[in-house]
């Protein structure tokens, strides 16, 4: 019986495969630096350049007052609902994040 061996094709795409992987994985969390808490009855904002977005983990935030200037380390999630009253005003934002640090 002969060894299964992928012919140079099958172990090219195969790598590229891997790589793409690889890349996309640790593109996933960002960095910023000079975003701005922003709160309302709706939630906790990040703006970052023009874009605002929601936090899904706002404790973490709790020691930063509204308009206060941090710098975090974060990832775009799916979006999620919020628990308890929530008021009736919209306020547009690009994505939901969780944030790992903030200074």
């Known amino acids: 019986m002969q060894p299964y061996l ?6 090219s ?3 590229l495969v891997v790589l793409a992987l690889l890349v996309f994985a640790t ?3 960002k960095n910023v ?3 701005e808490v922003i709160r309302d009855c709706t ?3 990040l703006k970052i350049g023009n874009e605002d977005f929601k936090v899904y983990n706002i404790e973490i935030l709790d020691d ?3 308009g206060s200037t941090v710098n975090a380390h974060y990832k775009k999630i799916p979006e999620f609902e919020e628990e ?11 994505a939901s ?3 790992y640090s903030v200074k």
């Open 64 to 66: 930063y007052p509204e």
């Open 33 to 35: 630096e000079g975003a």
């Open 43 to 45: 939630g906790t904002y």
């Open 6 to 11: 992928l012919n140079p094709h099958q172990f």
């Open 97 to 99: 994040i969780e944030i």
């Open 13 to 15: 795409m195969r790598i």
């Open 27 to 29: 593109s996933c969390k």
């Open 84 to 94: 308890g009253a929530v008021c009736m005003l919209y306020h547009e934002y690009s």
